[in-house]
């Protein structure tokens, strides 16, 4: 069946600003939908009010509307343009409840647009709890015992009846937003409440728990022809009871039965079948009993899912671009497997490797938060990692964390005797599985840490072998003395040469690299085909592994089994920026992207290397070569020594890629752009105060300091009020403004807890004045202020918690002209080539300059959308030196002014402190775009901050 001609014009609907629950998988969804149609000749217009994404910019669509995710807004759009259809699957539920609603209007009638790719009925079944269950039960599919309540008094009717413990799922939500387990009548009322009121509908349904019960997700892709394939099954480490969003998992399913996983396989392909109109990707959740193996159905979700992404760059397939295809009506026999390029897109993908994906949680930022994991997701990020095995794959995940694991080895502070690890482990929390290995290291059996986790023995043995394979190496007392098929061994199984060293003792990361390198054990690349090497791939997509000895016994042998073929073209790499987290987020994805399109177009080969599977830069076809890896040193220079590369480029990926430039400049690698001493000037908060001393440029008084007593003396001297920060961070993390010794001291010693070594900044807090920040571009001749933007927020809470107004509003010329020129001044002194954004209070008429960071800021793709000008494009070209600014004629287009609106998620956690300060909470952010000061949302806002400032 050929594609729908039709369909001249297609509008995607997005899923709006980054939320726990709903982030950047849907930014790299839709991009992929956009791209996908537009390779058909089809118009793309699309809407979403996301300034950070690769999805909103100009290169995507055709025409892109950042505007609210509102009816009013999809009505103006179908009024000034001519749209045959509309794909809401691409945006989450978000876009999901959007069209719906426009339907229940009579909007998409009214203009004659089609909704392709699902259709409301099917919405409505798999998002409504009630039908959902009421066509499991005529499909004849087990479903848990469970009863639909739309109040109070139902819901405690039908809790009563099913007994406890139970679940409460909310219909048409994300992410388990409202969702929650009932273990004892007193919660009853409250989480009922929190479940209606977050149903859009006012519904939930109340639920048989099957706490215990091991979870599956199958990812699927039905034609309007009836075909259906499934892409990939993926295993939760974590047992039901654990959001999916928030639990470990694991590709291709590790513990599933052949007989089990044909029962799946076939209820999906039923479920699938009998959903109603509805062509692209797929998502079906099973729960199933580990003793009898009699399976339930949780949900299914009639679009691309948060899973979809993870599912893509698992096997290679890129669901969305099909999924995108067949809404037009294509069937996957007719479409071509994207990576091998000859082969049909109607097959399942076989995986010979491994895929494991963590989580990441922001818990630090949210005190007081219950980081007690369960049906409401609550992790704002997450890393994939490829082995061979599971525990490479997982020891792998835990070097991309960013939390300072050097694999499964023990990260908190706080080591715990074997009666109180055991108590640990009966509430599931993020480090969980660090607590589970170091119980195994303590004695304690397999057979009782699964009756406490109910985590399925397969995985604690998996753990037990790391336990062992540490135990042996750490019977070596000298590295010379290590036998060679031992130290194989161990790479093999994940371990980091940092992991290595600090079983061994009496070595360092580096000198057990030089023994393993004497010994011809490096790391090979191995390519992501999608079939298994059944067929040759054409995508340069690639993961590490290790070869054992015997197959490669000197460097010519590994070679062999190097599947990463070295070109004649200059390399340059681009480091991402590893898993989204508050203070480092999706923005980075959108100024790796378009670096690495900048380097292609000046004829380099671009090679990007991230762990990210939510992100636009990690999809296949983006760079020249993909290298998905941990952004940690040891792979890093692995991948360096075999592609040796012209130069690196740190600026595009916020602090995980800058921290790597002191180690790169050791070892003599190009940093493409302003060098790491330079860098190092603007993140070094002491170095940075000198050099603005030296420059005449004003700034608060400080001091620095290693121990509690001399930060006690320096903020004596510079007085109270101060702000408390470390260096190197991002995020204002662990930053805290406090008034007297006593806080103080509270203060320094947590931070000397958690960053010991780091020095410690202490400046006098300008309090009650106005901020704002330049975001700018330097040539090392020239500076062009890219776009000043001023804070409606009163000093002392962080930029990226602010509302920023682009341009400036209420600032005199002076202070405009003060600042452009201390940020040129700064950027010259810094010999900065590429991005800096810097930070200015602004104090009864005095400037004052707080910080530089002289890379890629949060606000930079917010100017870009603003102004409509290629800023990441132009910044990249400067970096390499092939181009100057003067080359560039940057004139903007914006009329009125451009509004940065930070979104937070503290609905996740209702108990939480959600006053702002010195430490950002965002988790993403909206544009919103207003013609002049007159805009009543905006004195309303603005009418806030003054009465805040008053108080």
């Known amino acids: 069946m050929p594609r729908d001609n039709s369909i001249k014009s297609v509008l995607i609907i997005g899923s709006g600003p980054i939320i726990i629950g709903q982030a950047c998988e849907f930014d790299y969804s839709g991009s992929q939908a956009a791209r996908s149609l537009r390779e058909e000749g089809i118009k793309v217009i699309l809407i979403n009010s996301n300034p950070a994404t690769i999805m909103t910019d100009p290169i995507v669509a055709d025409k892109v509307y950042l505007l609210p995710l509102t009816v009013e807004s999809i009505e103006q759009i179908l009024k000034e343009n001519d749209i045959d259809a509309v794909l809401p699957t691409m945006g989450g539920q978000t876009a999901l409840n959007l069209a719906k609603e426009v339907d229940e209007l009579g909007i998409w009638k009214e203009y004659n647009v089609r909704l392709i790719g699902v259709d409301i009925k099917a919405i409505d079944k798999a998002e409504d709890r009630e039908l959902f269950r009421q066509w499991m039960i005529e499909l004849g599919v087990p479903v848990a015992t469970a009863k639909t309540a739309n109040s109070l008094l139902e819901g405690k009717e039908f809790a009563q009846e099913i007994g406890l413990p139970i679940v409460i799922r909310p219909s048409f939500t994300l992410g388990g937003t409202g969702g929650g387990f009932v273990m004892h009548k007193e919660e009853l009322e409250a989480a009922l409440d929190r479940g209606l009121t977050a149903s859009p509908i006012h519904e939930v349904l109340v639920e048989q728990a099957v706490l215990g019960w091991k979870e599956f997700e199958l990812e699927l892709l039905r034609d309007a022809a009836d075909n259906v394939v499934i892409i990939c099954t993926v295993e939760n480490f974590d047992p039901m009871g654990i959001h999916t969003g928030d639990s470990i998992t ?101 995986l010979d490797y491994v895929i ?62 074997p009666e109180e690890l055991l108590e640990s482990l009966k509430r599931p929390t993020w480090d969980r599985i660090f607590r589970i290995k170091e119980a195994l290291a303590a004695g304690i059996s397999i057979k009782t840490i699964r009756e406490i986790t109910l985590i399925d023995r397969w995985f604690l043995y998996q753990i037990q072998d790391i336990v062992t394979m540490e135990n042996r190496i750490r019977e070596h007392k000298h590295l010379e003395k290590l036998p060679v098929d031992l130290l194989c061994e161990a790479k093999q199984m994940g371990f980091s040469d940092d992991q290595i060293a600090e079983l061994v003792k009496d070595c360092t990361a580096e000198e057990v690299y030089e023994f393993r390198k004497s010994h011809d054990i490096r790391r090979v690349f191995k390519m992501v085909d999608t079939c298994a090497a059944e067929f040759e791939a054409k995508t340069p997509y690639y993961y590490s592994t290790f070869e054992p000895t015997s197959f490669a016994p000197s460097t010519q042998g590994n070679l062999m089994f190097n599947e990463s073929k070295l070109t004649e073209k200059k390399k340059i790499i681009v480091l991402g920026s590893g898993p989204n987290r508050i203070g480092q987020g999706i923005e980075f994805d959108y100024c790796c992207t378009h670096g690495l399109m900048a380097i292609r177009d000046c004829g380099y080969e671009s090679i990007m290397v991230n762990c990210n599977p939510e992100t636009v830069s990690t999809d296949f076809d983006i760079a020249d070569k993909l290298y998905f890896e941990p952004v940690y040193w040891e792979h890093l220079w692995e991948i360096i020594e075999h592609e040796k590369p012209y130069g690196v480029i740190v600026q595009l990926g916020g602090q995980t890629a800058l921290k790597m430039a002191k180690r790169l400049t050791e070892k003599g690698i190009r940093i493409i752009g302003t060098s790491f001493d330079d860098m190092d000037i603007a993140e070094d908060r002491g170095r940075f105060s000198d050099l603005l001393k030296e420059l005449g440029i004003p700034y608060p008084n400080y001091g620095t300091a290693y121990t509690t007593d001399e930060a006690i003396e320096v903020a004596q001297e510079v007085g109270y009020p101060v702000l408390v920060r470390p260096s190197y961070v991002l995020g204002g993390q662990r930053m805290r403004i406090v008034i007297n010794d006593e806080e103080l001291e509270k203060s320094v010693v947590s931070l000397l807890k958690h960053l010991p070594g780091n020095k410690i900044l202490i400046d006098h807090f300008l309090d009650r004045c106005q901020e704002a920040e330049v975001d700018a571009i330097c040539d090392g001749e020239d500076v062009h202020i890219m776009g000043i933007m001023e804070h409606i927020e009163p000093a002392g809470i962080h930029s990226g918690d602010s509302h920023a107004v682009l341009p400036s509003f209420n600032l005199g010329q002076f202070e405009v002209d003060e600042m452009v020129d201390y940020a040129k001044k700064i950027a010259l002194r810094l010999k900065v080539k590429g991005l800096i954004n810097i930070q200015f209070a602004i104090k009864d008429g005095k400037v004052f300059v707080i910080e530089a960071n002289p890379r890629a800021s949060r606000t930079t793709p917010f100017i870009a959308k603003a102004y409509g000008i290629p800023y990441l494009n132009i910044a990249t070209k400067v970096m390499m030196g092939e181009a100057k600014l003067k080359d560039f004629k940057m004139e903007h287009n914006l009329k009125g002014y451009a509004v940065k609106e930070p979104v937070f998620s503290f609905n996740k956690f209702p108990n939480v402190n959600k006053e702002l300060g010195p430490e950002m909470k965002s988790t993403g952010e909206a544009i919103r775009f207003i013609k002049d000061l007159r805009d009543p949302w905006f004195r309303t806002l603005y009418k806030e901050r003054s009465m805040h400032l008053s108080k």
Not at 274 to 281: E, I, K, P
Not at 285 to 297: G, M
Not at 369 to 387: C, F, N, P, R, Y
């Open 250 to 350: 694991v590709a291709p399913a590790m513990t599933l039965s052949d007989t089990a996983f044909q029962l799946m396989r076939n209820t999906a392909i039923m479920m699938m079948r009998d959903l109603g109109n509805f062509s692209g990707g797929c998502n079906v959740q099973f729960a199933l009993n580990p003793e009898t193996e009699e399976i339930i159905a949780i949900e299914i979700n009639p679009r691309v899912s948060r899973s979809s992404a993870l599912a893509s760059k698992a096997t290679g397939y890129p669901i969305a671009k099909i999924a995108a295809k067949l809404a037009i009506g294509y069937t996957l026999d007719e479409l071509k497997n994207q990576i091998t390029k000859t082969t049909s897109a109607y097959f399942e993908p076989a």
């Open 356 to 417: 494991v994906k963590m989580p990441r949680w922001n818990f630090d930022k949210f005190k007081g938060a219950d980081d007690t994991l369960g049906l409401q997701m609550k992790s704002v990020g997450e890393v994939m990692a490829i082995g061979r095995t599971f525990p490479e794959a997982l020891q792998k995940a835990c070097q991309s964390l960013e939390n300072n694991a050097t694999g499964l080895s023990f990260i908190s502070t706080a080591r715990l005797k």
